[in-house]
């Protein structure tokens, strides 16, 4: 079992967004040994479900964003999880600094480096918080693209390419 979790700032908006999207692409490529979660670095949202315009954006795709509810990221999250993948460099830092040890900061990536569009591997996904429908319609399209070569990693490391 590969047990992945997506980060962000308040688990309502982009994390569960790529949570939603992924678990869509794994379920269609047949990876039912893979469990996905997302969680937010701050408490303020925790039981909430998804921002209305991020669940909009997914339900007019044609995903299904109902079922979430936010959570926060804790230590524990690394015990249960074996790649841990944040939204920005901001997450990033909140979530190693809780990192015990190396281990743990090994599970580390930033969510865009698995993006074949990303200028780096360590760029950010937007927070569409604050933006217009545009910023909601351009984390969408990364997170889809990005979800796809999710998938295709897990495949490839299962087929012994990676």
Known sequence: MTRIAFVCLGNIC???TADVIVRHHLEQ????DVEVASSGTGDWHVGEPMDERSAARLAAAGYDPS???ARTFTVDWFDRHDLILTMDAA????VLAL???DTDRAKVRMFRSFDPQ??????????PWYGGPDTF???LGIIERTAHQIVRHLLDERAGRV
């Open 29 to 32: 490529a047949g990876l039912d």
């Open 118 to 127: 990303a200028p780096s591997p360590d760029a950010d996904v937007p927070d």
């Open 99 to 101: 990192a015990r040890d």
């Open 67 to 69: 079922g979430h509810r």
């Open 137 to 139: 319609d351009e984390v």
């Open 14 to 16: 982009r994390s569960p």
């Open 91 to 94: 997450n990033r830092a909140d």
